[in-house]
């Protein structure tokens, strides 16, 4: 590969099988080697042998109706799906000439997998970066940033301080060195998902129930997985989209800014590239109830046992999620209840990364509580899961909730230099389709830089 490697197109991402035949095989090789520059080519929610990395949970388990079907991060290249908007928003840049090797330093701002995804890709592409995050996320979180080699700027707080890491980063980005891949107002954050992960999502249900998808229900951090919904919809216009945010911290839902622990999610803004317009319901969970859940899956065998689940299938699941994938699942079984769902309609949720990130949020579990036996976590179970109800959730499907969202959209971001006519041309779905028609553009300008 020459000096900066250019990675895959958006339709290589969605399609790995479309690269050069030799480029596939190299890509399939690097997987034993993280930080070969060919893991670019992995950058997919598919599988080596193609099929998207998915689980239909058994509805012994969700206990609804409908199909549950969670889209698996955590094969990505650096552990999430992040990396797919880290390496887009880069490789957009570079072909734009807007990023240039040897020239600027990437800032990336994040709560964690974004900015661990941006660490990667510079390690890969060749560039240094400085990744700006809140003090007190999980320690594995740190450790892995360092260790692709970026430097860290930690502002105080948790998750619900990310406004502190954007500020911050705004301001280091007047250095003329300085390029940030702001994954909470660009929009190759949207694309990514829109295409990759909308159409990866669609795959997803062939085969299952009537392999249309009901519901597509994700919590967003910076939304940019939301955008996924927006293709879903433009396939099955019944679709419905939720976007779900901790109880604790409803700001879309009603203004609200508590702390929480759901890392990667509940940013107290409504994002810039947040498409409220397709947003249908916003549903609020317990924090707690995720990180509960996680530890059921992880060590509640004898617990899901009651439930169907057999000793190989918990094993296979115990590495599959993190909090917010729990998060999401129970977010998704609250909905199905909701819209009535029957045994042959899709519910899609995503599980952004696996559990590898989490020992530590475990341990704190076990530090509050002071019992977490089989006898515990059965009656954790019953409340989190099958108790799953249709309270708290909100129908932003009117005029007035969406004028709510935009004038959310205008707090969080007028201030940061944006015009009211930016914002105000966000209030039609044609803006979010141009956008995305860029995707083409952007296939096709990759491609020619890859041949030099
Ligand atoms: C663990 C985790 N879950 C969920 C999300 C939210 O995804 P998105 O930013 O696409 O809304 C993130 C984002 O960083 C995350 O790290």
């Known amino acids: 590969m020459n000096k900066m490697p ?114 990667y890709i510079c390690n890969l592409m060749k560039f240094d970066a400085t990744i700006i995050m809140p003090d007190t996320m999980s320690q594995e979180r740190y450790e892995r940033i360092k260790g692709y080699g970026a430097s860290l700027d930690l502002t105080p707080g948790t998750e619900s301080d990310v406004i ?58 910076s939304a940019g997985t939301l955008a996924a919904g927006d293709q879903v919809k433009k396939v099955f216009p019944e679709a419905k989209i939720a976007a779900l945010e901790p109880y604790e911290c409803s700001t879309l839902a009603t203004g609200g800014r508590g702390q929480h622990r759901v890392e990667g999610i509940g940013d107290k803004m409504c994002t810039l590239i947040h498409n409220v317009l397709n947003t249908d319901f916003i549903t609020l969970i317990p924090d707690d109830d995720a990180v509960r859940g996680l530890k059921i899956f992880r060590d509640g065998a004898n617990v899901l046992a009651d439930y169907g689940i057999d000793p190989d299938m918990f094993a296979s699941m115990r590495d599959m999620f993190g909090v917010s994938g729990i998060f999401n699942i129970i977010g998704a079984i609250k909905m199905a209840k909701h819209l009535n769902l029957g045994p042959d309609e899709n519910v899609v949720t995503v599980a952004t990364d696996g559990f590898d990130r989490y020992a530590s949020v475990m341990k704190n579990l076990e530090e509050r509580y002071l019992e977490t036996e089989d006898f515990v976590m059965r009656r954790w179970f019953k409340d989190i899961f099958r108790r799953a109800d249709t309270s ?10 969406k004028d709510r969202l935009f004038k959310q959209k205008e707090d969080d971001w007028l201030k940061f230099g944006y015009s009211r006519t930016y914002l105000d041309s966000m209030k039609s779905m044609a803006f979010w389709d141009a956008e995305y028609d860029k995707v083409h553009v952007y296939n096709e300008k990759i491609a020619k830089k890859r041949k030099g």
């Open 6 to 119: 250019y990675g895959p197109t958006y339709e290589e991402m969605l399609h790995p099988t479309k690269a050069d035949v030799t480029v596939r095989k190299h890509a399939l090789n690097a997987r034993n080697n993280e930080l070969d520059p060919y893991n670019l080519f992995n950058i997919t929610w598919r599988r080596d042998d193609a099929t998207i990395n998915r689980i239909v949970l058994p509805k012994s388990l969700t206990g609804i109706e409908a199909n549950l079907v969670v889209l698996l991060g955590k094969d990505f290249p650096s552990g999430s799906h992040k990396v797919g908007p880290a390496y887009s928003t880069l490789i957009e840049g570079a072909v734009d000439g807007t990023i240039v090797p040897g020239k600027h330093r990437i800032l990336g701002p994040s709560t964690g997998n974004f900015g661990i995804g941006v660490a």
């Open 164 to 221: 502190l890491t954007l500020e911050k980063t705004h301001e280091m980005n007047k250095k003329p060195e300085n390029v940030a891949l702001a994954q909470f107002e660009l929009m190759p954050n949207y694309r990514f998902h829109r295409h990759v992960t909308g159409y990866s999502a669609i795959e997803a249900v062939q085969g299952v129930g009537n392999s249309r998808i009901a519901l597509f229900a994700s919590a967003p951090g």
């Open 392 to 401: 708290n959730i909100i129908d932003t499907r009117g005029q007035a909730a």
